[in-house]
């Protein structure tokens, strides 16, 4: 069984999963438009969506909302409409994505939903 504990713990590594993933898309990816092809202006739109998430998880971390089962929920649920949105421009940039940039983008895409799946389970656990 997962614990109350359990609860707290995922949005810390919720929280620092999207604050390096604000890192990458803001000091890595969107500088190089070129070697991973998304452009730049959508790359910083992504990040500033994930340095929300980042803020949002650490934020319920530290001030202890992590015990009300909504707050996993809601956390949840921004991660997979990030992950629908990231997918969706993927699709419109297609032709512009270099293999690096899908390959980036299809690995986060991969953990954030490995998480999410992960945090509907422990939202929806009584225990």
């Known amino acids: 069984m997962l614990s109350l504990n359990d ?3 995922i949005f810390l590594v ?3 999963g999207a ?3 604000f890192l990458m898309l803001t000091f890595l990816v969107a500088p190089l438009e070129l070697f991973f092809g998304m452009p ?3 790359v910083f739109q992504l990040g ?3 340095f929300f998430l980042a803020i949002f ?3 319920i971390f530290a001030f202890g909302f992590w015990e009300r089962p909504i707050f996993l929920f809601l956390v949840a649920i921004f991660n997979t409409i990030y992950c629908l949105i990231s997918l969706y ?3 419109v940039y297609w032709n512009q994505l270099t293999i690096y940039g899908s390959l980036y983008f299809f690995g986060e895409k991969f953990i954030v ?3 999410v799946a992960f945090e509907f389970r422990l939202s929806f656990s009584h225990k």
């Open 113 to 115: 939903l490995s998480l």
């Open 40 to 42: 730049q202006e959508i």
């Open 14 to 16: 919720d929280g620092l």
């Open 57 to 59: 998880s650490l934020s």
């Open 89 to 91: 421009l993927m699709t």
């Open 19 to 21: 604050l390096v993933s």
């Open 48 to 50: 500033f969506f994930a």
């Open 7 to 9: 609860r707290k713990k």
